[in-house]
C-alpha cells in the first residue's frame, strides 16, 4: 500500500481565500483522523472519523473549518475564509481499528499570506 | 486533560551512544502509546506500539518501555547512528476516546 496519501503537499494562499486539503487514507482503514502542526502548539487534533462518521470534532478551531468523509477512501479538510494564523501543516492519519496503530501521511504544509 | 511531556526537548550525542528518551503523562487512563519518528519536512513515522497491559516492545536497536501506573514511558536506542537524527515524539491514546496526545517531542541530533 502507498500508505496515507495528502494533496497537495504546498499551499500558499491569500488571506479570504477558501483552501481545501484532501486525504486518502490507507485501504481498508475505518478511523481517519486530522491533525494540524505548528512550532507554538506542537501536534494537535481537529477532527476524527470512524466508518465515514466524525466522532469527535473537538479540536476544529471555529467555523471557518470544516471536514467531510464521504466514503471510505476520501476525506477533505476545508478552511473558508482563510487566515494568515492558519498557516500551519496539517497532517492527515488513519488506523485499522479504534486505537489501532497510527500511520500518517507525508502532510501538507499551508501558508496564507 | 491528558498532557504529555517530553525531556530534554533537544539531545545531541556523539555516534555510538546508547540513550534513552523519556516520555510523561498526566492521566494513566491509557489505551495505549505510540512513538513517533518525524525527520524535517516529512510527516510522523510510526516506531513502536506499546499497548496498556505491555511492560516494553522492541524494533531492532529500539526499545520502548510503558510504566503505567507513573505515568512515563522510555525510548532506548541502542548504538546511536547519525541517521537516527530526527525529532521523536511519543503520544498517548486514552480509554476516554481514539485521539492521540502528543508529547513537544525530542529533536535528535547524532553526531559522526
Known amino acids: 500500500d502507498a500508505g496515507v496519501i495528502q494533496s497537495p503537499r504546498h499551499e500558499v494562499t491569500e488571506m479570504g481565500q477558501e483552501v481545501t486539503l484532501r486525504c486518502k487514507p490507507i485501504?481498508?482503514?475505518?478511523?481517519l483522523f486530522w491533525y494540524r502542526q505548528t512550532m507554538m502548539r506542537g501536534l494537535e487534533l481537529l477532527i476524527y472519523?470512524?466508518?465515514?462518521?466524525?466522532?469527535?470534532d473537538s479540536g476544529m478551531p471555529e467555523d471557518r473549518f470544516s471536514a467531510k468523509m464521504p466514503n471510505a477512501s476520501f476525506s477533505t479538510l476545508k478552511i473558508q475564509p482563510s487566515e494568515p494564523r492558519d498557516s500551519a501543516v496539517y497532517f492527515c492519519?488513519?488506523?485499522?481499528?479504534?486505537?489501532?496503530?497510527?500511520?500518517f501521511g507525508q502532510g501538507t504544509r499551508l501558508t496564507v499570506v | 486533560k491528558q498532557e504529555v511531556t517530553q525531556i530534554p526537548a533537544a539531545l545531541s550525542v556523539p555516534e555510538g551512544e546508547n540513550l534513552v528518551l523519556n516520555c510523561s503523562f498526566t492521566?494513566?487512563?491509557?489505551?495505549?502509546l505510540q512513538w513517533f519518528r518525524q525527520d524535517p519536512g516529512k510527516g510522523l513515522t510510526s516506531l513502536l506500539l506499546?499497548?496498556?497491559?505491555?511492560r516494553e516492545q522492541t524494533s531492532g536497536r529500539l526499545n520502548a518501555s510503558l510504566d503505567k501506573s507513573s505515568g512515563r514511558s522510555t525510548l532506548y536506542i541502542a548504538a546511536s547512528q547519525p541517521g537516527d537524527s530526527a525529532t521523536y515524539l511519543c503520544?498517548?491514546?486514552?480509554?476516554?476516546?481514539?485521539?492521540?496526545?502528543f508529547g513537544g517531542g525530542t529533536r535528535l541530533m547524532v553526531k559522526p
Open positions: 492519519a488513519s488506523s485499522l481499528a479504534q486505537f489501532a496503530e497510527a500511520f
Open positions: 472519523f470512524n466508518n465515514n462518521v466524525p466522532i469527535d
Open positions: 503520544a498517548v491514546n486514552n480509554n476516554a476516546g481514539n485521539m492521540l496526545t
Open positions: 485501504s481498508g482503514h475505518n478511523s
Open positions: 492521566d494513566s487512563a491509557i489505551y495505549n
Open positions: 506499546i499497548q496498556s497491559s505491555q
